[in-house]
Antibody
Framework: QVELVESGGGVVQPGRSLRLSCGASGFTFGSHGMHWVRQAPGKGLEWVALISFDGRNKYYADSVKGRFSVSRDNSKSTLYLQMNSLGAEDTATYYC??????????????????WGQGTLVAVSS | SYELTQPPSVSVSPGQTARITCSGDTLSNQRGHWYQHKAGQAPILVMYKDTERPSGIPDRFSGSSSGTTVTLTISGVQAGDEADYYCQSTVNRDSDPVVFGGGTKLTVL
């Protein structure tokens, strides 16, 4: 069965960096687009980033563009999110998620059919 | 504000039918997807491409689309259906192409 396991979350000071990882198994990782989606405490789901199946196409939410970078290593079935210049507004549970499609061309999402359990990122001094 | 608009809350009694709407201009030509999210758990896809039900989702869940609105219908609502429901779609642009609605809290009375 599909399994997505996030790691790398924790408490970090404002302005610092953090890298999240997501290990995937149970499906052909290199055939699917992969998302990062977050949920701040008491708030709804917020889409963060998407990377196409081959890593060539990357998309970001305006709120993180220029600060966050998504990447993947298909040989290791692992997804990454490099987060720089973190602020209090980035405090959230971050979910790794698998798209039904390869996410190479528009429409870039055919629906998100599997999600990880999430990893908590808390930005605090 | 959200590009996909959902009612903040919907309340129904057990056995009744719940309808959750999601409206947005992009839905006039893009498909909508629905997720069920319970606190402390991973979200679950309950409907994709407006009307497609993933395997394992009960047929009490159905979807429809009309104009700029997609609707998730849950028939014979059960206590276990109580959760937050989010719609999601795409917008044809390079930045912020994936959008979620603000979410609807389904309460089973």
């Amino acid at each position: 069965q599909v399994e997505l396991v996030e790691s790398g979350g924790g408490v970090v000071q404002p302005g610092r960096s953090l890298r999240l990882s997501c290990g995937a198994s149970g499906f052909t990782f290199g055939s699917h687009g992969m998302h990062w989606v977050r949920q701040a405490p008491g708030k709804g789901l917020e889409w963060v980033a998407l990377i196409s199946f081959d890593g060539r196409n990357k998309y970001y939410a305006d709120s993180v563009k220029g600060r966050f970078s998504v990447s993947r290593d298909n040989s290791k079935s692992t997804l990454y999110l490099q987060m720089n210049s973190l602020g209090a507004e980035d405090t959230a549970t971050y979910y790794c998620a698998k798209d039904i499609s390869g996410s190479y061309s528009f429409p870039v999402s055919g629906g998100i059919d599997h999600w990880g359990q999430g990893t908590l990122v808390a930005v605090s001094s | 504000s959200y590009e996909l608009t959902q009612p903040p809350s919907v309340s129904v009694s057990p056995g009744q039918t719940a309808r959750i709407t999601c409206s947005g201009d992009t839905l006039s030509n893009q498909r909508g997807h629905w997720y069920q999210h319970k606190a402390g758990q991973a979200p679950i896809l309950v409907m994709y491409k407006d009307t497609e039900r993933p395997s394992g989702i009960p047929d009490r869940f159905s979807g429809s689309s009309s104009g700029t609105t997609v609707t998730l219908t849950i028939s014979g609502v059960q206590a276990g259906d109580e959760a937050d429901y989010y719609c999601q779609s795409t917008v044809n642009r390079d930045s912020d192409p994936v959008v979620f609605g603000g979410g609807t809290k389904l309460t089973v009375l």
